[in-house]
């Protein structure tokens, strides 16, 4: 059973920095795409960042130049450096896997983690 653990969340000022880590354990399953998103209250969950096994990353526009994903998704690791945030990024962040098994494809979720910007 994968499991997928988050940590960085917290309470920072308007302008200040974050950074959200995440580590899978549990099954050798491999992903196909690990990735951020986030959940403010009374808004539906949203993708905030992905990231390939080949590297290759993405970021939400509204988050362009702010947020940096990083990680080795085949080493099920990843984090989420977020500079500049903003009261509007306030939520509940989640890491995100999609494991491979073969003729299917599964969605892995952490608890999430509570960031909250203060203005």
């Known amino acids: 059973q994968v499991q997928l653990v988050e940590s960085g969340g917290g309470l920072v000022q308007t302008g200040g920095s974050l950074r959200l880590s995440c580590a899978a354990s549990?099954?050798?399953?491999?992903?196909?795409?690990m990735g951020w998103y986030r959940q403010a209250p009374g808004k539906q969950r949203e993708v905030v960042a992905s990231?390939?096994?080949?590297?290759?990353?993405s970021v939400i526009d509204s988050v362009k130049g702010r947020f940096t994903i990083a990680g080795n998704v085949r080493q099920k690791t990843m984090d989420l450096q977020m500079n500049g945030l903003k009261p509007e990024d306030t939520a509940v962040y989640y890491c995100?896997?999609?494991?491979?098994?073969?003729?299917?494809?599964?969605?892995?979720w952490g608890q999430g983690t509570q960031v909250t910007v203060s203005s």
């Open positions: 549990g099954s050798s399953v491999p992903f196909t795409v």
């Open positions: 995100h896997a999609r494991g491979d098994h073969d003729v299917t494809f599964v969605d892995y």
């Open positions: 990231i390939s096994p080949s590297g290759r990353s």
